[in-house]
């Protein structure tokens, strides 16, 4: 048997499957248990496909981490809540924001088929609820649970497509990742999925036709797995501050893993599907497609699990997988909540405005990170402000926690400048004060004229900066109190209609299929909450329906990519 090494390797290969001595067997076998890794499982195991599933942890990842968004429309939930919305009107919506990443009939399908998506959930455990919240919020508080986690009320987008809030959060406190996941988790134990813990595929199985019959693990043994849980309870992403100790962590588990692994070989007599997440905590990884977000790694809350490592997606690499999109991200910044800010305006080092304020958070920090050195400075007026603080000492406490010391830390200690003159701001920003003052008169006059924003900007938030006190807070990215959310959205190539992991050339590796962050899928492009456990719920079922069913095929056969 191979030795465990420190990286994912070429792929084990077997005259055929009856030459391998295995440690298991099962139809179906799942790389990684979180979100998207749980609904291929029970997909799977529900086409009467025996199961095993593999986690290097626990299971969970980055979904039970995460606020547990799920995007759908034309939902029972929205009609309670008073709205009208179609699959019809969501895919114009999704179609601006998702772009070419995927074919239109693969937009279409995940429309059409939401609502029935989200009652599939509703059948293995998770709950919903009805309840809205309406004001522009990153995620919404206790007690509601539908909300608009895009861009839909922007004018631009609300001009093409109906508006509709199609966040649907599961019903809990807080970040309710964890109900999603500990719903399905249950749900596929309760028919009978096999989960094997603390165990990594280091490796794909071949035959000689090139087909993937199985996976080399390495398996943590019980008397180390508490030690291994601790290191990985370290990384958690909604805790700032934390890089250094998230990159030690991640050290020690993987010198853990090489210590005391053992090497074990599991048979998959109908296919493999890979749903390991993307790859924020590897740093290496993230430098060579994103290196300014890797060198300001200090500055970022990567959100995620220790696993999302790239391990899955180097394990298709390794078996000719293409890949594609790998230099995009999720890089959220917030300007509201507290809502009072979005009535500044932001500005780049030249002291020109470059984004809507109002727009959302992803696609804000992404084009601060695209300006000069990553920096930016949101401007507005004192009266403007003082309501923050106020909106973020007494919004309640679930609020001041999640927005409200977010808010007041970067007031304080990330170099908030203020000046009653235009010029004496400029000055302390380093920013040209004739360009910033030609930027504030801008705003200024088309407010006064009640020309619209020239930015797209509503009305609600436009409030007049010349002649009074200003304050410029820190936006930019480097800046660790301000608190950039990061995650990679690229992946495997796959085959749209099964998740069959393609290659360069468009032909399937045989008997692999990839799922969730580990793939290509519908936020690739550009994500807005709650489109990445809709593309992981999507394509897990998918790669999981598929695989149950798979059987050797022509491996040069061309597909739709």
Known sequence: MSAVTDRE?????????????????????????????????????????????????????ATAYSGGIIYAG?????????????AEVMYDYLAMEVGNVIQPETLRRYCNESAANLDWLIRHGVPYAADPYLEKTIYPPDGKFLYYSGNEKVPEYAARAKPAPRGHRPVGTGMTGHVYYAALARAAAAIGV????????????????????????????????????????????????????????????RALELAVSETRLIRARKGVILSTGGFAFNLDMLGEHRPFFA????????????????????????????????????????????????DGILVNARGERFINEETYSGYLGLAIADQPDGG????????????????????????FKFYGVPALLNFLLGGTRSSSSIERLA??????PVVLRRTIDIADADLAAGAADRLGKSTEHRARLGGRRLHAINMAIPNIYAFTYLFTLGGLKVD??????????????????????????????????????GDGMFSGRRAGRAAAVDAPTETKRRVTA
């Open 9 to 61: 390797s070429e792929p084990l290969v077997l005259q055929d499957a009856d030459s391998g001595v295995w440690d298991d067997i099962a139809d179906v076998i799942v790389v990684g248990f979180g979100g998207a890794g749980a609904c291929a499982a029970i997909e799977a195991r529900e086409s009467s496909a025996d199961v095993i599933a593999i986690d290097r942890f626990a299971g969970g990842g």
């Open 74 to 86: 034309g939902t029972s939930f929205q009609k309670q809540a008073g709205f009208s919305d179609t």
């Open 194 to 253: 096999r989960l094997r813990q603390h165990e990594k595929v280091v490796r794909l199985v071949q035959d000689s036709t090139g087909r993937i019959i199985g996976v080399q693990t390495a398996r943590v043994p019980d008397g180390k797995r508490a030690a291994h849980k601790r290191l990985y309870d370290k990384v958690v992403p909604m805790l700032p501050f934390k890089a250094k100790v998230s990159e030690r962590a991640i050290r020690e588990a």
């Open 295 to 342: 060198r300001n790694y200090r500055a970022l809350m990567r959100l995620g699990s220790m696993g999302c490592d790239g391990s899955g997606i180097m394990l298709g690499q390794s078996a000719g997988g293409a890949t594609d999109r790998m230099d995009s991200v999720y890089a959220a910044r917030n300007i509201a909540p507290p809502a009072a800010l979005l």
């Open 376 to 399: 930016a400075w949101l401007i507005l007026p004192s009266r403007s402000y003082r309501e923050a603080i106020r909106q973020a000492l007494f919004g309640g406490w679930l609020f």
């Open 427 to 432: 000055a302390k920003l380093a920013i040209d």
């Open 496 to 533: 749209e209609n099964s998740g069959n992991v393609i290659r360069g050339d468009g032909s399937r590796v045989d008997g692999l299929y990839a799922a969730g962050r580990a793939a290509v899928g519908l936020c690739s492009n550009g994500y807005l909450s709650g489109m990445s456990i």
